[in-house]
């Protein structure tokens, strides 16, 4: 058995009488992408500030490259890139500037600084804006140049938080494949994302948190083998059959949720539960049978309900 390059036993993170993050156990293995997926509040954040060490555990044990991240926050972090929510570029300097000024930050010799620019830069496909100011920049590119910066001290370990929030589909795919680049180079990623397909796309394992607390952990794929079914059957009805439509479903599949714009049904077979609504009688205005997705197993564990 290898050391877990991040392990976190009874991790918990209170503000008064708040509680953040709620005595969680996990662990991060060398070389892989691991996930932190949940709504807003759920404690993916206040996790990510704990690992980056600059936010001291209220509680718990987290121990990160074998080392006490209680204790040696300053070695852990220099070992650390990290890519924060919210981009905090200098936007009055250059690309270059801003990178060869965070790159200072690690005492790395200015001439080595603009030479891993340079690489990086090729890297992210932006060696042609080096001499840009920041403020120039698309919103895509920032995103870009953040993770370059994070980059620049040759991390083992990369924390991203929300990586592609705001971006559009282009952009978004532009750093999933930056970072799945990153990954097959042995470089240990740790993800927080609202994004459902980012999280299948990315990570290898995940935890899905709500409430400060660890609702369940696996693989995308084990995940809705375990709290899914094989197939979704989506049904949309006359606005006027709303009120029966619970009724009149009832009992077919594993599960059956209905919202104020369809019915959803959860069973393996779909198409054999669409056969059983049409044989009570039913017609929908339309019906899909879709295979069940990491979102469906999100919805599930931490509700429909709006969290501000």
């Known amino acids: 058995m290898t050391q877990a390059l991040v392990s976190a036993r009874g991790l918990a993170k209170n503000y008064g009488d708040f509680v953040a993050v709620d ?15 949940g709504p807003n509040g759920a404690g993916k954040s206040t996790t990510m500030r704990m690992i980056g060490c600059v936010s001291p555990m209220s509680s718990g044990t987290l121990e990160i490259f074998g080392l ?12 650390l890139g990290v890519v924060p929510q919210l981009d905090t570029l200098d936007k009055e300097l250059t690309v270059m500037e801003n990178l060869v000024l965070y790159g200072r930050y690690f005492d790395i010799p200015r001439a080595e600084c603009r030479r891993r620019a340079v690489e990086l830069l090729e890297f992210v496909q932006l060696a042609e804006r080096a001499d840009s100011i920041v403020d120039q920049l698309s919103g895509g590119m920032m ?19 929300e990586p592609t929030t705001g971006l559009d589909p282009q952009a978004r795919h532009v750093v999933w494949d930056r970072l799945y680049r990153l990954k097959n180079d042995g470089v240990t990623l740790i993800i927080t994302t609202h994004y459902m397909d980012e ?3 990315l990570c290898d394992r995940l935890v899905v948190m709500d409430g400060g607390r660890i609702a369940a952990t696996g693989s995308p794929r084990s995940l809705i083998e375990q709290h899914s079914t094989r ?29 104020p714009d369809r019915t ?3 069973a393996d077979d779909g198409e054999a539960a669409l056969a059983d609504v049409h044989s009570r009688g039913l017609q929908p205005l ?9 979102e469906d197993v999100f919805l599930h564990l931490t509700g429909r309900t709006l969290v501000d």
Request: hydrophobic share 40%; net charge negative; no cysteine.
């Open 286 to 294: 339309s019906s899909l049978v879709r295979r069940s997705s990491l």
């Open 23 to 37: 005595s969680i156990d996990f662990d991060v293995e060398q070389g892989e992408a691991f996930g932190f997926l």
């Open 199 to 201: 999280a299948e796309q």
């Open 143 to 161: 995103r870009r140049l953040s993770i370059t910066r994070s980059l620049i001290n040759r991390p083992d370990l990369l924390l991203l938080d």
């Open 68 to 79: 006490n991240a209680a204790t040696a926050g300053r070695e852990i972090r220099g070992r």
């Open 231 to 259: 197939e979704v059957l989506e049904l949309r009805f006359a606005a006027h059959d709303d009120g029966t439509s619970k009724h009149d479903v009832s009992g077919l599949g594993e599960r059956v949720e209905v919202l």
């Open 264 to 266: 959803l049904v959860y």
